[in-house]
């Protein structure tokens, strides 16, 4: 059975400081690794995805995330943080056929 | 509209009482998801709608929990018997790519509030 895993309830980082966020996954086959955004009060909304070629992923608003199959990873990172990122934030795999599964998220704080 | 809709957005109802949550997909997705958002909590899987294959039910957590989808339509979420713990915010999505890196497009949610 595939599985995601964000060890992180929550993260606190400095506005302007890298940030990471973690996800580690677990699955049979070729992994599709997704990250998705919750902002409060609004509806998940997409952020990127992993399919195939290169590990380093972009996606919206300066976000990317790096695909180490090795590690089985798919860590979400950002140069520089922002205030506006503060969301909870969820990680999620799918292994060819079967359902897309979700992290428990890890929330965000950026700190002014 | 293009995004998925999901209502009513809010359902106060009483404990024992049953309810419907109303799913609308992006015309043309195939795939429909429902989960369940407990405050302060993840993502919890409900059910998965694939084309005219038969559901994954495997995250229905009591068989008070139900849920339909006509063809590649409207899907609706019966919950019977409410207890105070189904209180939550209830979410649809839906994606089109069979492949398997398909998007899912999240509805608003339907929070339900049993008391």
């Known amino acids: 059975a595939q599985s995601v895993a964000q060890p992180e309830d929550q993260v606190n980082v400095a506005e302007g400081n890298p940030l990471t966020v973690k996800c580690t996954y677990s699955?049979?086959?070729?992994?599709?690794l997704f990250w998705y955004v919750q902002y409060p009060n609004r509806g998940l909304q997409f952020l990127l995805k992993?399919?195939?070629?290169?590990?380093l992923v972009k996606g919206s608003y300066g976000f990317e995330a790096e695909f180490n199959k090795s590690q089985t990873s798919f860590h979400l990172k950002k140069p520089s943080a922002l205030v506006s990122d503060s969301a909870l934030y969820f990680c999620?795999?799918?292994?060819?056929?079967?359902?897309?599964?979700f992290g428990i998220g890890t929330k965000l704080q950026v700190i002014p | 509209g293009a995004g998925v809709s999901q209502s009513p957005s809010n359902k106060v109802t009483e404990k024992g009482k049953d309810v419907e949550l109303r799913c609308d997909p992006i015309s043309g997705h195939t795939a429909l998801y429902w989960y369940r958002q407990r405050l302060g909590q993840g993502l919890e899987f409900l059910i998965y709608f694939q084309g005219n294959s038969a559901p994954d039910k495997s995250g229905l957590p009591s068989d008070r929990f139900s849920a339909e989808r006509t063809g590649e339509s409207v899907s609706t979420l019966t919950i019977q018997r409410t207890q105070q713990e189904d209180s939550a915010v209830y979410l649809c999505?839906?994606?089109?790519?069979?492949?398997?890196?398909?998007?899912?497009?999240f509805g608003p949610g339907t929070r339900l509030l049993v008391l």
């Open positions: 992993y399919i195939t070629g290169d590990n």
């Open positions: 999620a795999v799918r292994d060819g056929n079967q359902k897309v599964t």
């Open positions: 699955v049979s086959g070729n992994p599709y």
């Open positions: 999505a839906s994606s089109v790519d069979r492949r398997g890196g398909e998007t899912q497009y």
